[in-house]
């Protein structure tokens, strides 16, 4: 099984509909990400959460939400999504015990307003 | 503040060539550096990390060394194989353990 695991992999949503993605983690990791990737820009950072009872806005996070539902969970809901919204979200953690260390990603799910 | 720059691609090489990815950073305090990878529909990878200025990471052929000086961590592979071919993106984590991404480079090894 993947340590970070995100669902759903795939959706395909009308414009104006709620839609949440989820994201749970078996790496017992306190830190946990969203980020949006569209093709030329990378990716970039919607929220991030570094425990429970801390969520932070990232640079993209007009339009989202959040929620850490527990240290091992954390989903991103578009409350009305729009056609702009139409891109590949990657849920990430890191440890905090370990400064220096990279993040881990999940499989990414690829959502498509029309 | 924070960011990665990386040269844009797409970058097309024959097998057993030279690569070279460039990746320049600013960077407030004195981040680690990290080059991930991506293959077509997975999630990104963690291929190498340098954490302090002049670690050399490596791992599979690939190596990046951490240069303070010039805020350079440029990815390389001596003879690239057909299954190189991913997306490839330069990071940094800052003091306060946020991440930085560049915006990827795309790499297509053709036999």
């Known amino acids: 099984d993947a340590d970070v695991t995100q669902t759903p992999r795939n959706r395909i949503t009308k414009t104006g509909k709620r839609i949440m993605l989820e994201c749970s983690q078996t790496k017992g990791h306190d830190r946990m990400y969203w980020y949006r990737q569209d093709p030329g820009l990378g990716l970039r950072l919607i929220y991030y959460s570094f425990d429970v009872k801390d969520i932070n806005k990232g640079e993209i996070s007009d339009g989202y939400s959040v929620s850490r539902q527990a240290q091992a969970k954390f989903s991103l809901s578009l409350e009305s999504a729009i056609p702009n919204q139409t891109a590949l979200y990657f849920c990430?953690?890191?440890?905090?015990?370990?400064?220096?260390?990279?993040?881990?990603f999940g499989q990414g799910t690829r959502l498509t307003v029309v | 503040g924070n960011s990665v720059t990386q040269m844009e691609g797409p970058v097309t090489l024959s097998e057993e060539a030279f690569l070279t990815i460039n990746c320049t950073y600013t960077a407030t305090g004195y981040p680690s550096l990290f080059w991930y990878v991506q293959y077509p529909g997975e999630g990104l990878q963690l291929l190498l990390k340098a954490t302090k200025a002049d670690d050399k990471g490596s791992n599979k052929g690939f190596e990046a060394t951490y240069r303070k000086e010039t805020t350079s961590f440029h990815l390389e592979k001596g003879s690239v194989q057909v299954s190189d071919s991913a997306v490839y993106f330069c990071?940094?984590?800052?003091?306060?353990?946020?991440?930085?991404f560049g915006t990827g480079t795309s790499l297509t090894v053709i036999p």
């Open positions: 990071a940094l984590r800052s003091p306060g353990n946020q991440f930085y």
């Open positions: 990430a953690t890191s440890d905090v015990g370990q400064g220096n260390g990279g993040a881990f």
